[in-house]
Nanobody, 119 residues
Framework: QVQLVESGGGLVQPGGSLRLSCAAS????????MGWYRQAPGKQRELVAT???????NDADSVKGRFTISRDNAKNTVHLQMNSLKPEDTAVYYC?????????????WGQGTQVTVSS
């Protein structure tokens, strides 16, 4: 069982920046893939960015060039640096972890943190 705790959300004006953090209860070197998803009111949850154990990243087209996912293995933490924020980035952001053991895949979610982009 992996527990994930997000922090760093809040209210920011358009064009501003926020940095989200996700602290994992396990050594993240043992987690195959970590990522951020978001869900806006009335919409489905969507992928924002992922990072694997080798540091390879994958970003949604809507955030390319603005958001950066990174990992701090020493602190078992994954960050999402969000720059040039837009009102359409408003959503609850969820941290996600995927652990593969043999043929089994386990997926874990954090409780979410609200990001509101508004003037």
């Amino acid at each position: 069982q992996v527990q994930l705790v997000e922090s760093g959300g809040g209210l920011v004006q358009p064009g501003g920046s926020l940095r989200l953090s996700c602290a994992a209860s396990e050594t993240i070197g043992n987690i195959n893939l970590m990522g951020w998803y978001r869900q806006a009111p009335g919409k489905q949850r969507e992928l924002v960015a992922t990072i694997d154990t080798g540091g390879a990243t994958n970003d949604a087209d809507s955030v390319k060039g603005r958001f950066t996912i990174s990992r701090d293995n020493a602190k078992n933490t994954v960050h999402l640096q969000m720059n040039s924020l837009k009102p359409e980035d408003t959503a609850v952001y969820y941290c996600n972890a995927i652990v593969r053991i043999g043929v089994r895949t386990y997926r874990y979610w954090g409780q979410g943190t609200q990001v509101t982009v508004s003037s």
